[in-house]
């Protein structure tokens, strides 16, 4: 079954450093996303990618952050000076126009610890 | 806009009783709902999802849900908890914009006593 997957796992970054976090989604999928989830709390959105461009931003989603879509595989989620905040764990997701429109494929995860 | 309450933050029972937690969405257009659950460290994964038709939705693991549009719940259930039922459960509502972004509940924990 096609999945979602996410690299690396964890990443460790100094305070101030760039971060690329990467997503492979599945191979037909048209609508990309990305979402945080801060030790203990919720799942927060903060962004969707449509058509090689942003169609939704969250508030969280602010100018350190962008997104990418590289190569038409990949879809990368860059925080250019992380801060301590930022340590989280960002799941990657994407969904089709196909049978099941709305549901989304999440990956498993990156744990992003800012230190 | 749309948002998603979620009735208590920690649910206990014992191995083999009812599970019940519960949902309440809030949205300016049809709702798409869906239930998550989360292991300690691991990702999401979707246990059953309603977006039109039966309101009655079964899922993975024995667990269901029923969409009722006028009491806006979509509240999960479960015969029978097992003990390795123990997790963090998401309530989640997507639109059905182009955007079609999803907004969770602030997530449930469910304890299962021997």
């Known amino acids: 079954e096609p999945e979602v997957t996410q690299t690396p796992s964890h990443q460790v970054t100094q305070m101030g450093q760039e971060v690329i976090l990467r997503c492979v989604p599945i191979s037909n999928h048209l609508y990309f996303y990305w979402y945080r989830q801060i030790l203990g709390q919720k799942v927060e959105f903060l962004v969707s990618f449509y058509n090689n461009e942003i169609s939704e931003k969250s508030e969280i989603f602010d100018d350190q952050f962008s997104v990418e879509r590289p190569d038409g595989s990949n879809f990368t989620l860059k925080i250019r000076s992380t801060k301590l905040e930022d340590s989280a764990m960002y799941f990657c997701?994407?969904?089709?126009?196909?049978?099941?429109?709305?549901?989304?494929?999440f990956g498993p995860g990156t744990r992003l610890t800012v230190t | 806009a749309q948002s998603v309450t979620q009735l208590g933050s920690h649910v206990s029972v014992s191995e083999g009783a009812l599970v019940l937690l519960r949902c309440n969405y809030s949205?300016?257009?049809?709702?798409?709902l869906f239930w998550y659950v989360q292991y300690p460290n691991q990702g999401l994964q979707l246990l059953l999802k309603?977006?039109?038709?039966?309101?009655l939705v079964k899922g993975i693991n024995g667990f269901e849900a029923e969409f009722k549009k006028s009491e806006t719940s979509f509240h999960l259930t479960k015969p029978s908890a097992h003990m390795s039922d123990a997790a963090e459960y998401f309530c989640?509502?997507?639109?059905?914009?182009?955007?079609?972004?999803?907004?969770f509940g602030d997530g449930t924990t469910l304890t299962v006593k021997p």
């Open positions: 949205s300016s257009v049809p709702p798409y």
């Open positions: 989640a509502v997507s639109d059905n914009t182009n955007a079609g972004k999803s907004t």
């Open positions: 997701a994407s969904r089709s126009q196909g049978l099941s429109p709305y549901e989304q494929y």
């Open positions: 309603y977006t039109t038709g039966a309101t």
